[in-house]
């Protein structure tokens, strides 16, 4: 395939999702609902949202870097 894994990005609310995401080498967006634990505390994601209106400046952010 032609696909460019570097812009790609894998959003997952999940350890499973996280799992995949970095077995992939693919960036990862966590997503955690405000009233719950966070599972990603201990992970290297790139960005942490509990909403997913916040996920296109998370977007923007990851390939503005």
Do not use: C, H, P, T
Not at 27 to 49: A, H, P, Q, T, W
């Amino acid at each position: 395939n032609n696909y460019n894994y570097q812009k790609m990005i894998f959003v997952g609310d999940g350890l499973k999702d996280y799992e995949a995401a970095i077995k992939n080498n693919l960036n990862f967006i966590g997503r955690v609902e405000s009233k719950s634990e966070n599972i990603f505390k201990d992970k290297k994601i790139d960005y942490l949202i509990n909403d997913l209106r916040y996920l296109e400046n998370s977007i923007k952010s990851i390939f503005n870097d």
